[in-house]
């Protein structure tokens, strides 16, 4: 028997309405982690561009950050927690795998009975989380979704790994995505290698990260540009267009190496690069909206700026869309 399966009335594009993030108050220099590995200021600002980073308290949560950040994305969208029909949370730091994060966050934000689930793409969550929000939007199955890449590093990192400890950190990103007369939300051009699964993973619950630092440096900085040319070209844009690249904040040699390549692909050399990771540390999926946040907040990102994300990590996988600056 052949039935007719209606579908919602859908609208003519998306567009993020708000953004928000949360950083720990605890600031961790250099010389704080030097104190406790065989490291050094000078070596870990040329190898990862890192002066400082955040670390939660034992009471800060990946939900209680990620219900902060989301907090103030509404704020910044002018909506409340009734207007929200989804949540969506990428992360890959739970500190267990049920309940999944959005439910709780969800729950401290006043979200009655949203859509809530979590997505795990690792660094890359964040765009996945995007893109699969826009697409609820877009096709009239929910008004608003709120988007949240929160991560507490700091459960799943040895703190005398000294390759690791150096990067990684706490944090969490949100945004607010809502339907648009024309579209501001660019597709998805997403993938990844299944051939690298073991170049990044956490073995087990008693375990910790653990990467092949050279070869995900090798991967990220040769890799990960044509992803973003690709956004660019689903899009329909020129990467002359760009006015911010906006990478996950993994290594600052990374950001440098991909926006370099970005520009030789035709994005304006005055082109502004977003370099959080100086002083917030590898916050995984969180770090795309603290990092854009941030330049709002410093009068570096305006509203209407176009903005390329690309985020990359474990799986290996990676996913890259253009938006427009909230
Ligand atoms: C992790 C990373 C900084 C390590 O740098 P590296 O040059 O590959 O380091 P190696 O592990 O080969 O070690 C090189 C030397 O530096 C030393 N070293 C490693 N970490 C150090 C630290 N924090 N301080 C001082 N020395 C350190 C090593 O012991 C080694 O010394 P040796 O030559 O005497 O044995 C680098 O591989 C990297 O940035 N990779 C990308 C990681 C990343 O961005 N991941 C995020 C993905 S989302």
């Known amino acids: ?45 040329s190898r990862v561009g890192i002066e400082e980073r955040r670390y939660s308290s034992s009471d800060e949560t990946v939900a209680s950050m990620g219900a902060s950040a989301g907090r103030a994305a509404l704020a910044d969208a002018g909506l409340t927690p009734a207007d929200i029909d989804a949540v969506i949370t990428a992360t890959c730091t739970l500190e267990a795998p049920i309940p999944h994060a959005s439910t709780r966050i969800a729950a401290a934000l006043g979200i009655h009975a949203p859509g809530s689930f979590d997505v795990n793409a690792a660094c890359a969550g964040f765009c996945y989380g995007l893109a699969v929000a826009s697409q609820a939007v877009r096709s009239g199955n929910a008004r608003n979704v709120l988007v949240v890449g ?31 007369d024309t579209e501001q939300i660019g597709p998805i051009a997403w993938g990844s290698d299944e051939t690298q699964t073991e170049t990044i993973y956490i073995a087990d619950r008693n375990s910790f990260v653990y990467q092949e630092g050279q070869s995900v440096f090798r991967w990220a900085t040769t890799a990960i540009a044509p992803v973003a040319v690709q956004a660019a070209k689903n899009a329909g844009i020129d990467l002359a ?12 040699r990374i950001v440098e190496a991909i926006a370099k390549r970005l520009i030789t692909a035709g994005a304006r050399p005055d082109v502004r690069v977003a370099r959080d990771i100086v002083t917030t540390g590898n916050t995984s999926s969180a770090s795309i909206p603290i990092a854009l946040d941030r330049m709002r907040a410093a009068g570096e990102a305006q509203r209407g700026d176009v ?20």
Request: hydrophobic share 45%; with cysteine; aromatic share 6%.
């Open 1 to 45: 028997m052949t039935v007719h399966i209606a579908t919602p009335p859908t609208v003519p594009g998306t567009r993020i309405a708000g953004l928000g993030h949360y950083r720990p108050d605890n600031v961790v220099t250099n010389d704080d982690l030097a104190q406790h590995i065989e490291t050094n200021d000078a070596w870990i600002r």
């Open 241 to 252: 267009d760009v006015d911010i690249i906006a990478c996950h904040q993994a290594n600052l």
């Open 150 to 180: 929160s991560e507490k590093l700091t459960s799943w990192v040895d703190p005398k790994d000294r390759a690791n400890s150096i990067i990684f950190a706490d944090g969490a990103g949100a945004a607010v995505v809502t339907a648009s």
């Open 307 to 326: 903005v390329l994300a690309v985020g990359f990590g474990a799986g290996l996988t990676y996913a890259s869309q253009v938006f427009v600056c909230p």
